[in-house]
């Protein structure tokens, strides 16, 4: 579904991501961890059109997307779902998840999407007339997947969905997660929270100042030791 070959973004004269290659199958929930600074943010921000890539390819479901724009990128499957949540803080609920649609043209069938979110995240339809800046941090986080959910994309990147969440509100997002692959969604998750990442993922990439460090299966990462010492916190 993704294949990404050489890929090298710079900042200037810092080299942020150095050559990388991924593969991203259909269906499977891939994370990307590593800790700060690593460039797996910037590895998404790259991926969805958000910086311009130095070198290398990116292609999505047989077609080169390298240097499409953000829209383009959107309207061909993918959505990015930031750090930090970055929702519309004075806008409401409803608000926000209507301008995750902006690329759709069937803007009249939006009420399926609608249903679908509500039923994902039960409280945003409690809170669909509130402010987006009035919700807890847990709520926001879901506001923010729910937007990425409006494009229909096919492919959905998430960078730090459980960042500075209480620990029950993490296992929560996770389930969610796990729950929208298991209806068919190929995610890309960043996390620094590494072992609950792992845990849910198919396959997984570490990455080490700008490059990828190891890959392989989620199961046999989590005990790689070179993985648990330096990612996992064992």
């Known amino acids: 579904m993704l294949k ?13 991501v150095r050559q990388i290659d991924m593969d991203i199958a259909q269906g499977e929930i ?19 059109g958000l910086v ?11 077609k080169d ?16 779902c930031p750090e930090g949540r970055q929702i519309f803080p004075r806008m409401t609920v409803m608000e926000n998840l209507e ?7 069937d803007t009249k069938n939006l009420s399926v999407e609608y249903d679908k979110i509500f039923e994902y995240f039960p409280v945003l339809a409690q809170r669909r007339s509130q402010m987006g800046g009035t919700l807890s941090g847990g709520e926001q986080q879901m506001l923010a997947i729910g ?3 409006m494009s229909k994309p096919k492919l959905l ?8 969440l209480a620990p029950l509100l993490v296992e929560k997002i996770f389930e969610i997660i796990q729950n929208i692959n298991r209806e068919g969604m190929t995610v890309l998750l960043i996390e620094q929270n590494a072992w609950q990442a792992l845990n849910i993922a198919n396959r997984g990439y570490v990455m080490e100042t700008g ?20 990612h996992v916190g064992e």
């Open 30 to 48: 891939v994370s990307l961890i590593g800790a700060n600074g690593a460039g797996k943010s910037t590895t998404l921000r790259a991926l969805s």
């Open 4 to 16: 990404i070959r050489d890929l090298s973004v710079h900042y200037g004269k810092i080299k942020a």
């Open 99 to 105: 301008l995750g649609a902006y690329t759709r043209k």
């Open 52 to 62: 311009k890539a130095a070198g290398g390819s990116v292609e999505f479901e047989g």
């Open 157 to 164: 990147l998430l960078d730090e969905p459980s960042l500075g």
């Open 147 to 149: 937007r990425a959910l």
């Open 211 to 230: 490059s990828v460090a190891v890959t392989g299966a989620a199961a046999e990462l989590l005990h790689n030791d070179h993985v648990r010492r330096a």
């Open 65 to 80: 997307i390298t240097g499409w724009s953000a829209k383009a990128i959107v309207e061909a499957g993918i959505s990015h």
